[in-house]
């Protein structure tokens, strides 16, 4: 049986990070790109997931494994878009401490910044949807 509520509150997520990470790019960098806007939904349901699976009494444990996890599926996407299919989305080669010029230090202390408030957004979505 299709359980239209569970349907209905992934997309509700899904939006959610698509929405929220393209404002994101589009406040700091300008522009954003219709595949960020794909990623942003789907990297937002997966630490919607992550959450779920950890105790929310150890915040600091989810904001790492967010940081971590946006990190390295950056990476993945970048070595995918920028590198192989040549799309060209973002180019971080001239900043300091860089890997292959697709995430740098900076901006994964961004991510640890913006973990924050995506743990408190992740826990309020399923106190919503009465998710434990």
């Known amino acids: 049986m299709i359980d239209l509520k569970r349907i209905r509150n992934t997309l509700y997520i899904y939006t959610v990070g698509s929405f929220v990470y393209s ?10 790109h219709w595949t960020m806007v794909i990623s942003g939904g789907i990297v937002f349901l997966f630490l919607y997931s992550i959450g779920k699976l950890t105790s929310e009494s150890y915040y600091t444990t989810q904001i790492l494994i967010f940081t971590v996890f946006i990190t390295g599926v950056e990476l993945i996407l970048g070595i995918l878009l920028n590198k192989i299919l040549k799309l060209n989305v973002w180019d971080y080669s001239n900043r300091p401490l860089n890997l292959f010029g697709q995430i740098n230090l900076f901006n994964s202390l961004l991510w640890l910044l913006l973990s924050i408030p995506c743990v408190i957004i992740c826990k309020r979505l399923r106190e919503r949807f009465k998710e434990p």
Request: aromatic content about 10%; overall charge neutral; cysteine-free.
């Open 23 to 32: 404002l994101i790019e589009i406040v700091f960098r300008g522009h954003t």
